[in-house]
């Protein structure tokens, strides 16, 4: 038996689905060869079954080393921590604690991997269960006659998320407000479910996280990996109404930096990335009534640092402390977010209390017209602004079935659809703000309007001459992927 490393895992995804019938019958083979037993639920039992097998041959395709983290306790099912007990907006597929029957049932037939998990306390990190499909049952998986393309989700999973002051998901009526984002993000799914999105010179798909995104996990490795299956986006509101938070989450590309996202292509075509400059800030100011960009050209972030002389460090300091303090609800909080969010590989410098709040001071007198925001939690609110410039934007591209990504405060397009893009967010701002000026960053990507100045003013042939150039570029991991993504869509 091969050593696992069992820190390299993901949350199991019990909401995968597919009507495949190659899928229906591979899960009921499995059930009456390996696990049947009399007085089951037949029908109950594989509903099971499938979510388990199907969430175990993503993770197969996608790392074949990558373990599942689960919960085993029947209260995490029944309390929201999974699953709300029975029917709910967040348990389309009605899971309930029963599948951890299930899971002892592969595990004793020798299909699944199990490793025990324990609670944390004090001195240690707890760590759930964790569950792999083993050889016997990768063997039945290579057998199998479908491939991760069949596998999807379902069109009545929840996307629009509520959840109160301890981060739970809640549960509420939809109306019309929510049936239309519900309804968007539906789309929006599906677009990015049929556009090949990758990095090119990503080999083994996936990127490992800097050291300032792992310190909860005791500087162990954490990993995102660059998969088909790990696109799909939902919109997230706090404390239990939908006036804070708002933002769309869930793609791989929103978890890895810049030097990563300026080489993704989407459809094999190179992208270009453009940001608000300064959002929240100027998100602040619109909350107030007040047109950043029209009031001053001044640098929000421009604001000096005691003891750093190097301007761009104290730039980036300033911007990181601006920010969490729009979030956060008091200093403390705030000091304990930026110390760890705070790359101390780039930023060699030490932040007491009393520094952070000599920084923070001279934050509030830059700003004095928005100090009453900072450290109040208002960030949630400016979300929920940014929110909805965010929707208007992918409505508009979904529209047209153009794939567009978000992170947040910037989107990623294929070159040709910036200067759309930019227009769209400067339409966007004014209509949810009703305020005019933006300042708007593109990445150093080329851009359609530098390679027009090489003479090239044929849309057509702009974009064949691209498909050309890239066709065969990239590493074999690369072109695997996509040629498999290309034949499920019958491209070839």
């Known amino acids: 038996m091969r050593d696992r490393d069992y820190d390299h895992s993901r949350q199991i995804n019990l909401h995968r689905w597919s009507e495949k019938i ?41 790392d074949p080393e990558l373990c599942l983290s689960v919960h085993m306790t029947e209260a995490a099912y029944n309390n929201g921590q999974v699953f709300w007990k029975g029917k709910s907006i967040y348990n389309e597929q009605n899971i309930k604690g029963s599948i951890i029957k299930l899971i002892h049932r592969l595990r004793d037939a020798g299909l699944v991997g199990f490793k025990e998990g324990y609670e944390g306390n004090a001195n240690w990190y707890g760590r759930l269960s964790r569950i792999w499909p083993e050889d016997s049952l990768v063997g039945l998986f290579k057998q199998a006659r479908f491939d991760c393309f069949d596998i999807t989700f379902s069109e009545i999973r929840a996307t629009v998320i509520l959840r109160d002051k301890d981060k739970k998901d809640v549960e509420y009526l939809p109306d019309k407000k929510t049936q239309k984002m519900s309804e968007l993000l539906l789309r929006y799914n599906k677009l990015l479910h049929k556009s090949f999105i990758d990095i090119p010179s990503l080999n083994i798909p996936r990127i490992e996280l800097p050291m300032k995104k792992r310190r909860r996990r005791m500087n162990k490795p954490l990993f995102v990996n660059i998969s088909h299956h790990n696109k799909f986006v939902r919109r997230i509101f ?44 100027v998100l602040a100011y ?126 990623i397009v294929q070159i040709g659809q910036e200067d759309r893009l930019k227009w769209l967010m400067q339409t966007a701002f004014e209509k949810v703000t009703r305020k005019e000026k933006i300042h708007v960053k593109f990445n150093d990507n080329l851009t359609r309007a530098q390679f ?41």
């Open 452 to 492: 027009y100045a090489h003479g090239a003013m044929d849309r057509q042939w702009f974009y064949d001459i691209f498909v050309n150039i890239f066709k065969n570029e990239g590493s074999d991991g690369y072109q695997v992927r996509m040629k498999k993504h290309q034949t499920w869509l019958n491209l070839e």
């Open 286 to 411: 619109a909350y107030i009534e007040i047109d950043y960009w029209n009031a001053t050209s001044k640098d929000p972030y421009d604001i000096q640092v005691r003891s750093i002389t190097n301007k761009e460090h104290a730039r980036k300091i300033i911007k990181l402390l601006l920010l969490l303090s729009l979030n956060a609800s008091d200093e403390q909080s705030l000091y304990k977010a930026f110390r760890n969010q705070l790359d101390y590989e780039v930023y060699t410098y030490s932040f007491p209390d009393n520094t952070l709040a000599e920084m923070l001071s001279n934050i509030r007198k830059a700003h004095p017209l928005i100090s009453h925001l900072i450290c109040t939690g208002a960030g949630l609110k400016l979300m929920n602004i940014d929110g909805r410039i965010c929707e208007y934007i992918i409505e508009q591209f979904v529209r047209t079935d153009t794939p567009i990504l978000s992170v947040h405060d910037s989107f």
């Open 22 to 62: 190659e899928i229906d019958e591979f899960v009921t083979h499995i059930y009456e060869t390996f696990l049947e037993q009399p007085k089951d639920n037949v029908r109950i039992q594989t509903k099971h079954l499938k979510a388990l097998l199907l969430d175990l041959f993503i993770a197969w395709s996608d």
């Open 238 to 281: 706090n404390n239990g109404t939908f006036e804070e938070g708002g933002r769309f989450y869930g793609g791989w590309w929103q978890r890895i930096d810049g030097s990563y996202r300026k080489s993704i292509r989407i459809n094999n075509l190179p992208t270009v990335e453009i940001d608000y400059s300064a959002l929240h800030v």
